[in-house]
């Protein structure tokens, strides 16, 4: 990873999680504030988000299992990692806290921010944040500054929050 030290205009935030989580709705949600019609993502999606002033290049990454072993290709100079879970996807959130594990232990992810938004909040039966925290065993990551938010990817909600932490991140910096 040629980790370059300029200064970085924008912030470079890379969106994972499993297929079907919403990592591209949230992205175009961010964007254009509306829930917008997606299909499986092949490869990758890319947009400028601005807040307040603060540039960030936000990369959505494929989730599908075959498009997983790619993701680290994306790590190079990322600030902050967002990971979407599909909050009501019980039966794939073990294959999701390995994932986000394996992800952490990166090199070239050792100084980004880890996010996970708890999306599909909307769903009735849906985990709660603090479950999903739990079952990820967040408390135990403590090599990454990390921050759990509930979301609804389709209706906004929980999104600008989410992009006022990001925003913190890169501003205490």
């Given at each position: 990873?040629?980790?370059?030290?300029?200064?970085l205009?924008?912030h470079k935030?890379?969106?994972l999680?499993?297929?079907?989580?919403?990592?591209?709705?949230?992205?175009?949600?961010f964007?254009?504030?509306?829930?917008v019609?997606?299909?499986?993502?092949?490869?990758?999606?890319?947009?400028?988000i601005?807040?307040?002033k603060?540039?960030?290049?936000?990369?959505d990454?494929?989730?599908q299992e075959?498009?997983?072993?790619?993701?680290?290709?994306?790590?190079?100079?990322?600030?902050?990692?967002?990971?979407?879970v599909?909050?009501?996807?019980?039966?794939?959130?073990?294959l999701t806290?390995?994932?986000?594990?394996?992800?952490?232990?990166?090199?070239?992810?050792?100084?980004?921010?880890?996010l996970i938004?708890?999306?599909?909040?909307d769903?009735?039966?849906?985990?709660?944040?603090?479950?999903?925290?739990?079952?990820?065993?967040l408390?135990?990551?403590?090599?990454?500054?990390?921050?759990?938010?509930?979301?609804?990817?389709?209706t906004?909600?929980?999104?600008p929050?989410?992009?006022?932490w990001?925003?913190?991140?890169?501003?205490?910096n």
């Amino acid at each position: 990873c040629n980790n370059y030290t300029a200064v970085l205009l924008e912030h470079k935030v890379i969106i994972l999680g499993l297929d079907n989580a919403g990592k591209t709705t949230v992205l175009y949600q961010f964007l254009t504030k509306e829930a917008v019609q997606t299909s499986p993502t092949i490869g990758s999606n890319v947009e400028e988000i601005i807040v307040r002033k603060t540039h960030f290049l936000v990369w959505d990454i494929g989730g599908q299992e075959n498009l997983r072993a790619t993701w680290n290709s994306y790590y190079c100079n990322t600030e902050i990692v967002i990971v979407v879970v599909d909050s009501t996807d019980r039966e794939r959130l073990t294959l999701t806290k390995e994932e986000l594990h394996q992800m952490l232990a990166h090199e070239d992810l050792r100084s980004a921010a880890i996010l996970i938004l708890a999306n599909k909040q909307d769903v009735k039966g849906s985990m709660t944040a603090a479950e999903i925290s739990q079952f990820l065993t967040l408390n135990s990551i403590t090599t990454h500054s990390w921050h759990v938010q509930a979301c609804c990817a389709l209706t906004g909600e929980g999104l600008p929050a989410s992009l006022d932490w990001m925003r913190s991140r890169v501003v205490a910096n």
